[in-house]
């Protein structure tokens, strides 16, 4: 994976050099830059599909495409074997060098063609077009904002904000077409003026035979897992001993025929650590255990938000255990498998149960869709603020797609209805009967973490503290948004003090999922539509 940065329009090269160096962290391995007077690329990249990477941007065979990518090109050997046959010459062995010479051949629906996860910022200076882009889901990120008629982008906030005040996020599954030169409109909200290409699906489902439905996530799950080992370094798997991340180690052990490396985090004596060890042990992976204690995560918790670019407060709590798992795994491996995704896919979460079957399925399309600044953020920034690259599987686009065809009947099933259920049999014969049993547990609630932050806050900020906050919202004077609780309103003061600029605060995404009372006594409770 990498950190892209760069700028259309006027931008200063020096500023773009000091936006990649903040972002060093995204891919320690290899540095490129390339600039003109329109346009400047920068991408730092973190190696993991070639022994001798190939020059940074890429190029097309004459040079007059160059790109910068952020991602992984599950596709990329057909799609390269196909470009060869129509006579594009390669010069790397990666899988991203096929984007310069798909635009060649499709222009701006190169993006339809990709199989992945990306984020690509492209110049065409034959016909003087700029092009950037995101994919489906949004699992790579992508930000952007204008600074004196310039538009500067980057892989993360604290890049971005290196060259200008005024930032918004590039929207998932969506693509920006620019001339060069006398562009048609002035380029004002990115929102506005990029296009989409995806969306969640919207079709009514079509498949209630449960059989039907366990067959067809197995097989699609399998193959999204097949893909997401591709790799020349070694891949490790996160591991909480929940179902999620348990069924897609005991795929991934299946698939493999190297070691496989687990990496499980808790406080110590924690659910997620004891049913981790009991998966690792059954599945022999190679597996590997931190626990942390109070003192751990209150000295964590500015470094975590500073990187996690949210103050959401159950991002927060489930940020922390991923940044100290992710810390772990790089000890070992470079790329992890991560079990995201799978609540939103197949009603994991206890809200759901609420739901009749129509508002079921309108919440599962919005909670995906929330992703790319719910999990999705959390785990890129956790896993790259260790230089680590993180796969998701169950966001395969054949298993998004499969998901959405299903009945809401196979996802919660029975008269006390199980969440989950099509995954519960899905995983049938290759986990323990108890990791296959074992009820939802948030990562923060598994680790034990959720109740320690809850304490640190109550003791370093006042009841009186959050009523004033809560009145200063109240206002709308301000630009105070509202905290539910003593925690959040710690969690906000500490994003402030990193992010004080007041348009960073729209990029930040809000979990549907917490619900009146999560967040302590105190907390307002914003929760998921009833």
């Given at each position: 994976?990498?950190?892209?940065?760069?700028?259309?329009g006027?931008?200063?090269?020096?500023?773009?050099?000091?936006?990649?160096?903040?972002?060093r962290?995204?891919?320690?391995?290899?540095?490129?830059?390339?600039?003109?007077?329109?346009?400047?690329l920068g991408?730092?990249?973190l190696?993991?599909?070639?022994?001798?990477?190939?020059?940074?941007?890429?190029?097309?065979?004459?040079?007059?495409?160059?790109?910068?990518?952020?991602?992984?090109?599950y596709?990329?050997?057909?799609?390269?074997?196909?470009?060869?046959?129509?006579?594009?010459?390669?010069?790397?062995?990666?899988?991203?060098e096929?984007?310069?010479h798909?635009?060649?051949?499709?222009?701006?629906?190169?993006?339809?063609?990709?199989?992945?996860?990306?984020?690509?910022a492209?110049?065409?200076?034959?016909?003087?077009?700029?092009?950037l882009?995101?994919?489906?889901?949004?699992?790579?990120?992508?930000?952007?904002?204008?600074?004196?008629?310039?538009?500067?982008?980057?892989?993360?906030?604290?890049?971005?904000?290196?060259?200008?005040?005024?930032?918004?996020?590039?929207?998932q599954?969506?693509?920006?077409?620019?001339?060069?030169?006398?562009?048609?409109?002035?380029?004002?909200?990115?929102?506005?003026?990029?296009?989409?290409?995806?969306?969640?699906?919207?079709?009514?489902p079509?498949i209630?035979?449960?059989?039907?439905?366990?067959?067809?996530?197995?097989?699609?799950l399998?193959?999204?897992?097949?893909?997401?080992?591709?790799?020349?370094?070694?891949?490790?798997?996160?591991?909480?001993?929940?179902?999620?991340?348990s069924?897609?180690?005991?795929?991934?052990?299946?698939?493999?025929?190297?070691?496989?490396?687990?990496?499980?985090?808790?406080?110590?004596g924690?659910?997620?650590?004891?049913?981790?060890?009991?998966?690792?042990?059954?599945?022999?992976?190679?597996h590997?255990?931190?626990?942390?204690?109070?003192?751990?995560?209150?000295?964590?918790?500015p470094?975590?938000?500073?990187?996690l670019?949210?103050?959401?407060?159950?991002?927060?709590?489930?940020?922390?255990?991923?940044?100290?798992?992710?810390?772990?795994?790089?000890q070992?491996?470079?790329v992890?498998?991560?079990?995201?995704?799978?609540?939103?896919?197949?009603?994991?979460?206890?809200?759901?149960r609420?739901l009749?079957?129509?508002?079921l399925?309108?919440?599962l399309?919005?909670?995906?869709?929330?992703?790319?600044?719910?999990?999705?953020q959390?785990?890129?920034?956790?896993?790259?603020?260790?230089?680590?690259?993180?796969r998701?599987?169950?966001?395969?686009?054949?298993?998004?797609?499969?998901?959405f065809?299903?009945?809401p009947?196979?996802?919660?099933r029975?008269?006390?209805?199980v969440?989950?259920?099509?995954?519960?049999?899905a995983?049938?014969?290759?986990?323990?009967?108890?990791?296959v049993?074992?009820?939802?547990a948030?990562?923060?609630?598994?680790?034990?973490?959720?109740?320690?932050?809850?304490?640190?806050?109550?003791?370093?900020i006042?009841?009186e503290a959050?009523?004033?906050?809560?009145?200063?919202?109240?206002?709308?004077?301000?630009?105070?948004?509202?905290?539910r609780?003593?925690?959040?309103?710690?969690?906000?003061?500490?994003?402030?003090?990193?992010f004080?600029?007041?348009a960073?605060?729209?990029?930040v995404?809000?979990?549907?999922?917490?619900?009146?009372?999560?967040?302590?006594?105190?907390?307002?409770?914003?929760?998921?539509p009833?």
């Open positions: 994976m990498s950190g892209i940065v760069g700028g259309l006027s931008p200063d090269p020096s500023t773009v050099r000091r936006m990649l160096t903040h972002m962290h995204r891919g320690p391995d290899q540095e490129g830059f390339w600039a003109s007077e329109e346009v400047v991408q730092n990249r190696t993991t599909m070639e022994r001798t990477p190939g020059p940074l941007p890429l190029r097309n065979e004459d040079g007059a495409v160059i790109a910068v990518v952020d991602g992984q090109i596709n990329f050997r057909e799609l390269r074997a196909r470009l060869q046959a129509h006579g594009h010459t390669f010069r790397s062995r990666g899988d991203t096929v984007v310069v798909l635009w060649e051949e499709h222009g701006p629906e190169l993006v339809t063609r990709l199989d992945g996860v990306f984020a690509i492209l110049y065409d200076r034959r016909a003087g077009r700029f092009f882009a995101r994919d489906p889901l949004g699992i790579k990120p992508l930000y952007g904002g204008l600074q004196g008629g310039t538009l500067y982008f980057a892989s993360e906030l604290g890049g971005l904000l290196a060259a200008t005040d005024q930032v918004e996020e590039f929207p599954g969506s693509c920006l077409v620019r001339a060069v030169q006398e562009p048609s409109q002035p380029l004002t909200c990115l929102a506005d003026q990029a296009q989409p290409y995806w969306d969640v699906p919207t079709a009514p079509d209630t035979d449960p059989q039907a439905a366990v067959a067809g996530v197995r097989e699609r399998r193959r999204a897992v097949e893909k997401r080992l591709l790799a020349r370094v070694p891949v490790g798997v996160f591991l909480s001993g929940g179902l999620d991340s069924l897609i180690a005991a795929l991934a052990r299946q698939l493999t025929s190297r070691q496989l490396h687990s990496f499980a985090v808790g406080l110590a924690s659910d997620d650590l004891r049913y981790a060890a009991r998966v690792a042990e059954a599945l022999e992976t190679v590997h255990e931190y626990a942390y204690d109070e003192a751990d995560l209150e000295e964590a918790l470094t975590v938000i500073a990187h670019e949210s103050y959401d407060p159950a991002l927060v709590r489930s940020a922390i255990p991923t940044y100290f798992a992710a810390r772990l795994a790089r070992h491996v470079k992890v498998l991560s079990g995201e995704g799978a609540d939103e896919l197949f009603a994991g979460y206890a809200y759901l609420r009749d079957r129509q508002r399925q309108r919440e399309r919005a909670v995906t869709a929330a992703l790319h600044n719910t999990n999705l959390r785990v890129d920034r956790m896993t790259m603020a260790h230089s680590l690259e993180a998701v599987p169950f966001l395969d686009l054949e298993v998004v797609h499969w998901a065809r299903l009945d009947s196979v996802k919660l029975g008269s006390e209805p969440e989950k259920w099509v995954l519960r049999k995983a049938e014969g290759l986990l323990p009967a108890s990791v049993a074992r009820k939802k948030k990562f923060a609630h598994g680790t034990g973490t959720s109740q320690v932050l809850q304490a640190i806050a109550a003791r370093r006042s009841a959050l009523r004033r906050a809560q009145q200063q919202a109240a206002s709308r004077q301000t630009g105070m948004p509202l905290v609780s003593r925690e959040e309103l710690l969690y906000y003061r500490l994003f402030r003090e990193r004080p600029q007041k960073v605060l729209a990029t995404g809000r979990t549907r999922s917490v619900v009146p009372g999560e967040l302590g006594e105190e907390g307002l409770g914003q929760g998921a009833a």
